[in-house]
């Protein structure tokens, strides 16, 4: 079936239930179905997330009576965790939200549902958005929050979907570790109470607990039976996982940016975008997840994602800063001998007054070392190229050493509270740049523009 006669049967659907004032909101992928309530001017709630419904299906959906609101908003009645909690300029801090209106479009083999909310009483709103992709079992949900209000809005908490799931033999699943202990696996029954799974660091978000999860809704997870719904929450920044079991028989699982010591001020007509919250659904374990989510990546998160990558090699393990012309050489000899595609040189190439020898100096003076490669990047490039690979190069020009040419000259564009010392990373030097500075934004460019430039592949 094609985009608009599919398009054209969910804009039927809308009205299936009898009149524009009550309507059901259906949004599908080839194999999974999503069913909302969104009665003009009453509430908007959750019906179904799960498998492929029929006609049938859809009709029986009518006698539901166990429903939750699909966004869930502090202040009235929310006796469970809430999604998004503000602070009106006069203090007051409920929200109403109701149904405006449902919308839906088509676009690059997905369909978009937006179901647009506004408070009872202040002109505020929120757009409650779904975006179903029709050649993989995923469905994308995020929020956009606006307003008209005289005055800023204070957001507190504005997550970017929630989902509740039937208590049972409900297991969590997901990951955990630390640097060289990464990708630990974590498999636990939910039990009442609140399961927080959560990053604060601000630099990597997946290096000890993953924004990714999968529920086992019958029982222990295995890996090729049994129903799962997996979530992940597409945001590199710090992030919060909640699951609230209560005891209304429901755990109630909310996803978005962490929202610690993080209020957002919104001004009026500003608009305030969530990061997406993957959702999918299968029947085939957690592999059957797994499955669905990579190929959601490869066909529309990854540059070039159905394209093979090449087999490389990386010096960091082999040589760590010990970098050499020499070394270098004979590290592309070895992978091209294997069938190896790419080298790509790592840490400890640069450095022109305070050579990289060790991870205390040298971040941010980007220049080679000649005494470490007397060719230049010419001569790796020139190596590459008689072992038939290609050649890549580390840098990571949003980090400075204390101990670097670039802070002796602008110690004012690294990361610093005002009247606190420097907060020091690695090797006690390490800070990071200010990367809302433009003048960094600009310095940031130049370094990987005149590596490129002077460089090409």
């Not at 100096?361 to 690979?389: E, R």
């Amino acid at each position: 079936m094609d985009f608009k006669k599919r398009t054209n049967l969910f804009l039927g659907a809308l009205l299936l239930t009898g009149g524009l004032f009550a309507q059901n909101v259906y949004v599908s992928t080839p194999n999974t179905s999503l069913v909302l309530s969104a009665p003009e001017g009453g509430k908007l709630e959750y019906l179904y997330y799960g498998s492929k419904l029929s006609d049938v299906d859809m009709q029986n959906l009518e006698t539901v009576e166990s429903k939750h609101t699909a966004y869930p908003e502090y202040g009235m009645n929310c006796p469970t965790e809430t999604a998004l909690a503000v602070k009106h300029a006069d203090g007051n801090m409920t929200l109403q939200l109701q149904v405006l209106k449902v919308t839906a479009s088509e676009e690059n083999n997905a369909v978009t549902t937006v179901v647009s909310l506004k408070d009872k009483v202040y002109p505020f709103f929120v757009n409650v958005c779904y975006r179903a992709w029709q050649d993989a079992d995923v469905i994308e949900a995020w929020t956009e929050i606006s307003h008209q209000e005289k005055k800023p809005v204070v957001l507190n908490q504005f997550a970017s979907a929630y989902l509740p799931i039937r208590r049972g033999e409900v297991w969590l699943s997901h990951l955990y570790g630390s640097w060289g202990n990464e990708g630990r696996v974590s498999q636990e029954p939910l039990a009442s109470g609140m399961k927080v799974i959560k990053n604060k660091d601000g630099v990597r978000n997946s290096h000890t607990s993953h924004a990714e999860v999968m529920f086992s809704l019958d029982g222990r997870p295995q890996e090729n039976a049994g129903n799962v719904i997996g979530a992940a929450l597409c945001y590199s920044g710090n992030y919060k996982l909640r699951i609230d079991t209560h005891d209304d028989g429901y755990h109630h699982f909310f996803a978005g940016i962490n929202e610690e010591n993080s209020a957002y001020t919104l001004k009026k007509d500003e608009l305030f975008r969530t990061p997406e919250l993957a959702l999918t659904y299968s029947s085939e374990g957690l592999s059957g997840g797994s499955r669905n989510f990579h190929r959601w990546a490869r066909l529309h998160k990854l540059a070039h994602g159905t394209t093979p990558r090449k087999i490389l090699l990386n010096s960091w393990e082999g040589v760590y800063f010990d970098i050499n012309q020499e070394g270098m050489d004979q590290m592309m000899a070895d992978i091209a001998s294997m069938g190896g595609e790419l080298f790509v040189m790592d840490d400890g190439w640069f450095g022109d007054k305070y050579p990289r020898k060790n991870d205390s100096s040298s971040l941010g003076d980007w220049t080679v070392d000649k005494s470490k490669l007397l060719k230049g990047i010419d001569g790796l490039l020139a190596d590459a190229k008689k072992h038939g690979i290609k050649f890549g190069i580390w840098i990571e020009p949003e980090m400075a050493n204390t101990v670097s040419e670039l802070y002796e000259q602008h110690p004012e564009w690294v990361i610093k509270a005002p009247e606190r010392d420097l907060v020091l990373g690695r090797g006690g030097t390490q800070v990071v740049l200010d990367l809302a500075n433009p003048a960094v934004q600009d310095y940031i460019f130049k370094v990987v523009d005149d590596l490129m430039t002077a460089y090409p592949a």
